[in-house]
């Protein structure tokens, strides 16, 4: 069916390198990718978004890449402090539905 | 933000019990939601509603009922018959229903069995 598959599920990494988190769609009519950050026992927040007719965007040490052919997309997260340590969250809207499909996250781990 | 409210944060259910979580916003927005977040499950769709008097099934919407009465609230009854109850529930709005608009996510109430 429908889905989004987001890797790794788990990524722990160094403060002040990178991270990538990637996920991918199975709808080719998918129009709408945001990402959220949700810190533990908090609510999810939105972080950034693309849309399909934009191939990058940046927030300061934050950007989101598509690519539409290879149907995935993902957040790129430079500089990283351990304040990034949280649940990141892809989503996508699938198989023509009005409501958003998520992915199952990413836990990012971010040591001083 | 503050726009949206759920309550109360913590809930637990005894067997065989209905329990109804409450989620209100201030946000002026037309759609709301619910979702189910369970460990390593990211988040599910149990109902969604585009306008006051008017909801949709999600993808698990099996054990769960909802009303949308004003445009301000949305609660989510859990009902005796969603055996597995456990989990944390988020509700979320946004300006209208479409899949490209952005959703603003409440606190979280997290319910448990007794």
């Known amino acids: 069916g429908e889905n989004v598959e987001q890797h790794p599920s788990t990524l722990s990494v160094q403060e002040g390198d990178s991270a990538v988190i990637k996920c991918t769609y199975s709808d080719s009519a998918s129009n709408y990718f945001p990402w959220y950050k949700q810190e533990l026992g908090k609510r999810p927040q939105l972080i950034i978004d693309?849309?399909?007719?934009?191939g990058e965007k940046k927030d300061q040490r934050i950007a989101v890449t598509l690519n539409k052919t290879a149907k995935h997309f993902s957040l790129h997260i430079t500089e990283t402090q351990p304040e990034d340590s949280a649940v990141y969250f892809c989503a996508a809207t699938l198989g023509g539905y009005s409501t958003l499909t998520f992915g199952k996250g990413t836990m990012l781990l971010v040591s001083p | 933000d503050g726009g949206i409210t759920q309550s109360p944060k913590y809930l637990f259910r005894k067997e065989g019990q209905n329990v109804t979580l409450s989620c209100e916003q201030n946000l002026n927005h037309d759609a709301m939601y619910w979702y189910r977040q369970d460990p390593g499950q990211g988040l599910r769709l149990i109902y969604y509603?585009?306008?006051?008097?008017?909801?949709q099934k999600g993808d698990i919407a099996e054990g769960y009922s909802v009303s949308r009465e004003k445009k301000e609230s949305f609660p989510l009854t859990v009902t005796s018959a969603q055996k597995n109850p456990t989990a944390f529930y988020l509700c979320a709005s946004s300006y209208v229903l479409g899949g490209d608009q952005p959703q603003h996510f409440g606190d979280g109430t997290r319910l448990s069995i007794l």
């Open positions: 509603s585009q306008i006051v008097n008017d909801f």
């Open positions: 693309i849309r399909s007719n934009v």
